[in-house]
């Protein structure tokens, strides 16, 4: 997921992504991640409490963008800054994530599936 987002942030308007697909597609995957990096910390439990937990992260993490302090507004000039906490809030970015975990619950549902046919 880390990949394709930076791949899609860094080429996607290079290859003709329009700018929608780049800007909310990595935002997109940025909650998929979430979600599976909850789904692994919280192996076991049940999917519909690792989206809300992934869910409450994404929307914790999009409402500190509304938190400004000069050393903040600096990191979040940098890459890392702008990668790890965005630079301007929006309410766009919340419904990006939402789908992002929605894709997460799917490909772990899709997982679950194959790994049991697979037994």
Known sequence: MIIAGLALRRFGFGVGLPAFVVKYGGSLLWGTMVFLLVAIAAAGWSRRTVALIALAIAVGVELFRLVHTP?????????AGALLLGRIFSAWNIVAYAAGILLGVALDRCAVLAFAKSQ
């Not at 050393?71 to 890459?79: P, V």
């Open 71 to 79: 050393w903040l507004d600096a990191f979040r000039l940098t890459t």
